[in-house]
């Protein structure tokens, strides 16, 4: 039987937990007065019977490993032949006070009534175990087992110490959350009713990579499938509701990060702080400050530092954090209604302002204080006051009308918040974090501050007291120095994993003091809220190019083709691309130079930045949201006029729309709806699901073309019916490369249909595989009923092969077009391959004969419907159309970009890779000729047609700059690695391209 339930426990874990150990235990005999109760006591008795297993956890986000002990019981069998199935009936978290101990008892409970068993393997010692819960408020004080299996018991304990110990290790001052257990202890309710929003990370990650392995005839864990889709199922229903709410609210914000350098401030603010671009300040220009003036500046900031409503206070905590009180949100509504202004807030259309005045203004500031007791968590609050009072009077007339709402400081990093009067009632529910990340990891000289604010909208008729939306801001300070890029990976997800708001709720059964004030309470992420935005006002990624480099694209007479370069080679973006940090978060499109390094009385370029350092954009503000709420970017830029500091500062604008629901309304209708599929796994009958067609044929489908079919899902059963596509073995995928579902997962209640859509995908590295394989594409497709039958669905389709995407080598032993035969094409042999593909040579001659005289050619993009003609004419071998033949400037444009496509299509680039370093570091012409004799025939051929015709057009265009095309033929001919921290020089590649060019 041990053996059967290790089998059943590893069948009933999920992937991310892991089973240690097992011991078979009993319930101890009820109390009683009757002295034979003892005698009467049967050990294997079925009702008595439990098995104790200790499981293991790696919490994804933090890498910590957490221990639970389970106790299951056997479910008595219905018929003989039915299978002996575990039911869990209890959980234990091994953390804080958690206990599990054991002892001889005082009476024996051998069936003295049974034969008797005389082999030396009969067990004679019982042991009772007492599991003491410690963590958990409000239940039984502990649970007795008992056992007779000394050796395992043994090992149980000794795992339950080692999980303990390493418990409080991980989180000594915390009661870590155990989220993993949600899918073991079912709840009564869905998690979204929960007042902490799920953590975005989480909702980010595609529901069908939750679920359990699964394929055809081998269901995964059914049971647990059910409550992850019905909890998705809801959550969508909510979502509906939200994107169909009759109003919303918008909240405009304007965030501003800035890295002082230790100054005090000397300028006027109000670019940064206000938007202004007309270079004219509204106030004159701030001499330089000396602490002996910062009386000065508290009596100019008047009330604005201190609260000028009188319903509000102030409160400042010993470490540097400031929070002022506002009235409770549900009285918000009244307040704000009477305030002019609130009616333009609603469904309000930012079209015609683009920039109107922010709501709230939430300004980073980094090194506020440089000096060596700075670093030993300085609490002064003078640089905040004076910087606050900068801030406000940068908004000039306006400022009256606002005032501080929340701050929190970490030695040299604040982050203030500032809110309209008129709005500062619908904030609430503030808190602010802050954790060092410097020196050995603690001091204050990098690190992070965090501030969390619950924003009501204002009342409406419909909703008199709305739902809340949950706003983070995060300021961050990284690791510096160019060669440093891993440590600020590692820094962000320290932050990311410190940086936890004092959610204010008790941990259950945690230390108290004294007077019974909770020691631990239950910590909240940075990551559970509506809306998070990542300030950093010295991120710290820098670009991964050489000074030499970046400066000559700074140079660059047209900055609209240099920027673009430099930003394909920046830090975070190589980051966030490769996933090492900040995945999943947005940023505003940069069009604005480095903001990082200037400075006065140093060696500068010509641009003012400073020689000896790098130009970076270090400066950053990056955001994510929930499905709740719409963020809009409306603009990203730095501030040149402020020169201060040898960062300039940057700013961004969004808005924030958040529907106005009423709270009350929409927990009704999630509970409503929660009631209709709680049940679904327990449940008598059967779930049934109709799928039509199960034949699927896309016809003919082409390179960059989406084909769609759609499946109708109809629920015919009497119960709600989950559904989930999963592969026909453990080591194939759900769907082909080609194809694409949505929804992977789903649930319909009886009589509901839905509808799945099946979406062809043909991108260049689809395509590639396609084009060296049979053109009929056959597969099949499994939807799972979950507690139900699999359906198989077959989808067939025709693929046109295309020259794109298609290697050089490959296109110049086709015996004729690439599409000439639907079989597989045999390849002429080697020694009779073409010079070059003739698909290149076709694009070449058409605009040497049509385009060599047009103004803008390659710059700009041409009519894609255009160029899906003259692909399928390349592909087909057929003549262009005729309009083609009339030439004129749309007609050049598609034939520019069909050729720059191509090119770009090509699985290798025509100069292979590994040729990059040595073409980069070509200083001649006669050099760069004698390269191209490495190079294959067909890549030589290529590379002398196309440079040729640009060296013909730019000859044509004498007096206008060749940068922009060398730039853009130099990315494509010599494609750019962008997932290596070591990325060839750019212009190196543009000078060689320029030397067959120019």
Known sequence: ?????????????????????????????????????????????????????????????????????????????????????????????????????????????????????????????????????????????????????????????????????????????????????????????????????????????????????????????????????????????????????????????????????????????????????????????????????????????????????????????????????????????????????????????????????????????????????????????????????????????????????????????????????????????????????????????????????????????????????????????????????????????????????????????????????????????????????????????????????????????????????????????????????????EEPYIHYPPSYRFASGVLTDDRGYDMKRKPAWTDRILHMSSPTVQIKSHAYSSHVELTMSDHKPVSADFSLRAPVLESEKIESYIRSIWREVLNIEHSEENPKLQVTPLTVDFGPIYHKQTTTRTLELKNIGQIPCAYRFVPISSEAPIHPDWLRIEPFTGLLLPGETASVSLITVTDDGVVGRLNSGPSRLNDTLILHTLLGKDHFISTTAQYRRTCFATSLDHLVRLPGPVRSSDDKIELLPEDQALNAPREVMRLVNWLMSHATNIPGLFLSPGDQDLVAEIRECLDTGTEFSPHAEEGGARMALAFATCLLEFLDSLPESVIPSSMHPRCAQVTDREQAFELLDDLPSASVNVWISVTAFLHFITQQARGVSDTPVTSIFASVLLRDELTTPTPVSPVGKQRFVRYFVG
């Open 1 to 585: 039987m041990a053996q059967l339930f290790e089998d059943a426990i590893h069948e009933y874990l999920r992937p991310s937990e892991e089973f240690k150990l097992a011991l078979d235990v009993r319930l101890p005999p009820e109390e009683s007065s009757d002295e034979d109760a003892s005698q009467k006591y049967v050990w294997d008795s079925v009702e008595k019977q439990r098995y104790l297993a200790v499981i293991t956890h790696l919490d994804a986000t933090t890498g910590d490993e957490q221990g639970c002990v389970f106790i299951f019981r056997r479910k008595i069998k219905r018929t003989p032949s039915s299978t002996d199935t575990f039911l869990l009936e209890d959980v234990f978290p091994i953390l804080g006070r958690f206990t599990i101990s054991m002892a001889q008892p005082r009476r024996s409970t051998l069936d003295l009534g049974a034969p008797p068993d005389l082999s030396l393997n009969q067990p004679r010692t019982e042991l009772t175990l007492t599991i003491e819960p410690g963590h958990e408020a409000g239940r039984d004080a502990r649970v007795v087992l008992l056992t007779r299996d000394i050796v395992k018991l043994r090992e149980v304990l000794a795992e339950c110490r080692r999980l303990r110990d390493l418990s409080a290790a991980n989180s000594p001052n915390t009661i870590p959350p155990y989220g993993w257990l949600v899918p073991y202890t079912y709840t009564e309710e869905p998690t979204i009713l929960s007042p902490i929003p799920s953590d975005l990370r989480t909702l980010r990650k595609p529901l069908h990579e939750h679920l359990s392995p699964a394929s055809a005839g081998q269901p995964g864990d059914d049971a647990f499938d059910i409550s992850l889709i019905r909890e998705e199922w809801i959550k969508r229903e909510v979502h509906d509701q939200h994107a169909n709410a009759k109003e919303t609210f918008t909240l405009r914000l304007r965030l501003g990060t800035f890295n002082v350098n230790g100054k005090l401030p000397s300028q006027d603010l109000s670019p940064w702080v206000r938007g202004r671009s007309d270079g004219h300040p509204v106030i004159p220009p701030l001499q330089d400050i000396s602490p002996l003036s910062m009386g000065e500046w508290l009596k100019f900031s008047g009330d604005y530092l201190d609260g000028a409503s009188s319903a509000s206070s102030v409160a400042t905590s010993a470490s540097g954090s400031t929070v002022i009180s506002t009235p409770s949100a549900k009285t918000a509504g009244t307040a704000v209604e009477q305030a002019s202004g609130f009616a333009s807030h609603l469904n309000h259309d930012d079209r015609h302002n683009p920039i109107p005045d922010p709501d709230l203004l939430v300004l980073a500031f980094q090194e506020l204080d440089l000096s060596t007791e700075a670093l030993l968590y300085s609490t002064k609050a003078t640089r905040e006051e004076a910087w606050c009072a900068a801030a406000l009077a940068g908004l000039g007339e306006k400022a009256v009308g606002y005032e501080k709402l929340a701050s929190k400081q970490l030695v040299g990093m604040l982050l203030v918040i500032i809110v309209k009067k008129s709005l500062k009632a619908c904030f609430g529910d503030v808190k602010t974090t802050s954790v060092g990340a410097g020196i050995l990891g603690l001091m204050g000289n990098k690190g992070g501050t965090a501030v969390r604010l619950a924003f009501t909208p204002p009342a409406t008729a419909d909703a008199s007291s709305p739902q809340p939306v949950i706003i983070t801001f995060v300021n961050a300070h990284l690791a510096a120095f160019d060669e440093m890029f891993e440590r600020r990976n590692a820094d962000f997800h320290d932050l990311s994993k410190r940086l936890q708001f004092d959610y204010g709720i008790p941990a259950q059964n945690g230390p108290v003091e004294e007077d019974g004030h909770p020691l631990v309470t239950v910590p909240l992420s940075v990551y559970q809220t509506d809306a998070l935005f990542w300030m950093h006002s010295d991120l710290n990624y820098r670009i991964n190019l050489a000074d030499a480099d970046i400066r000559a694209l700074l140079s660059d007479a047209s900055e609209s083709h240099g920027l673009p370069v430099l930003t394909k080679f920046d830090q975070l973006g190589l980051a966030m691309r490769t996933k090492k940090a900040f995945t999943d978060f």
